[in-house]
């Protein structure tokens, strides 16, 4: 069971896009394709930000979106603020029916 | 409002057990799965245990299979971890959360955690 693929770090400038990439086997992700996205600020619980891939809850700003090609799952933030800066997850349920969380990805706003 | 209390971290030596517990309120309990989401200190999220509805499905991280036991009562709004022979590793902060009924695989709602510490 290990932890899907996130790249460490990804940064940018304020008002630029980012994409944040989150890789696995097909085991990872199953045929579900019930990947979540989660923000969390330094000594916060995580907030849901994305679900079923490209789902956006109720109150979450329309800059955060997502997609999935294959066996790697993506969020992207448009027109990046100070605000985002933060580290994500994303979080997939397996074909086990267990679930997985991804290494996590500290954002920058330069 | 929706609340999620976690209840039941603190110290422990190598081989104990502690119970974990996590007091729902703002939501009919009955009606979500949940869940336990641990994260040691500087590390990432990691998914360690869940339940169904009733607690008659229940799946767990290879690492605390056979060690930990998630549980709840709805009776009493509240869901449990009861974590045995803990190692140094198991040391994080533990979460509870609640699966969404408006999708799938989706953890909604959070408590505020409760730190476990196990020292050898």
């Known amino acids: 069971q290990s932890a899907l693929t996130q790249p460490a770090s990804v940064s940018g400038s304020p008002g630029q896009s980012i994409t944040i990439s989150c890789t696995g086997t097909?085991?990872?992700?199953?045929?579900?394709?019930?990947v979540s996205w989660y923000q969390q600020h330094p000594g916060k619980a995580p907030k849901l930000m994305i679900y079923?891939?490209?789902k956006r809850p109720s109150g979450v700003s329309n800059r955060f979106s997502g997609s999935k090609s294959g066996n790697t799952a993506s969020l992207t933030i448009s027109g990046l603020q100070a605000e985002d800066e933060a580290d994500y997850y994303c979080?997939?349920?397996?074909?086990?029916?267990?679930?997985?969380f991804g290494t996590g990805t500290k954002v920058t706003a330069l | 409002e929706v609340q999620l209390v976690e209840s039941g971290g603190g110290l422990a030596q190598a081989g104990g057990s502690l119970r974990l517990s996590c007091a729902a309120s703002?939501?009919?309990?009955?009606?979500?799965?949940m869940a336990w989401v641990r994260q040691a200190p500087g590390k990432g999220l990691e998914w360690v245990a869940n339940?169904?509805?009733?607690?008659?499905?229940?799946y767990y991280v290879d690492s605390v299979e056979g060690r930990f036991t998630i549980s709840r009562d709805n009776a009493k709004n509240s869901l449990y971890l009861q974590a045995s022979s803990l190692r140094v590793e198991d040391t994080a902060v533990y979460y509870c959360?609640?699966?969404?009924?408006?999708?799938?695989?989706?953890?909604?709602?959070w408590g505020q955690g409760t730190l476990v510490t196990i020292s050898s």
């Open positions: 959360g609640r699966y969404g009924d408006y999708g799938w695989g989706l953890l909604d709602y």
């Open positions: 703002g939501i009919t309990f009955s009606n979500f799965w």
């Open positions: 339940i169904n509805k009733d607690g008659s499905e229940k």
């Open positions: 097909s085991s990872d992700f199953g045929n579900y394709n019930y």
């Open positions: 079923e891939v490209s």
């Open positions: 979080y997939s349920k397996r074909s086990d029916k267990r679930y997985v």
